[in-house]
């Protein structure tokens, strides 16, 4: 990850998946609609309850989808990779998991 805060130019800073996910993902991804790759909102749901499989295909893409292009290795580290799909996770989840803990439900009201 220090290898990516310095070309960042943000050494000693903390990223969070969010900041890792707009250097990295949002060159090619939004969340609500298709760019180079497809829109997140479409593919996180997948995804809920897997993450390991999820964090897989980001560190080592394959074409899934015939409509878009096959995903680039981005050159992650698996801390990065973790970051970024427990933010798309917590992001696009189901809304029961929106604000808990990777893998856990919210506290209910």
């Known amino acids: 990850m ?17 900041d890792i996910f707009n ?11 298709k760019k180079v790759g497809p829109a997140y909102k479409d593919v996180v749901p997948k995804y809920v309850g897997r993450k390991e ?8 893409p394959i074409k899934i989808n015939p409509a878009f292009p096959p995903m680039p290795g981005q050159g992650l580290k698996p801390a990065e990779a973790d970051s ?15 604000g808990a803990a990777p893998g856990q439900t919210a506290p209910k009201k």
Request: glycine letters at 8%.
């Open 2 to 18: 220090e290898e990516l805060k310095s070309k960042l130019g943000v050494s000693g800073v903390v990223l969070t998946g969010e």
């Open 84 to 98: 970024i799909v427990s933010y798309l996770l917590r992001k696009l989840g189901p809304a029961d998991t929106k």
């Open 23 to 33: 250097a990295k993902c949002s060159a090619c991804h939004a969340v609500d609609q």
């Open 53 to 60: 499989q999820m964090m897989a295909f980001v560190l080592n």
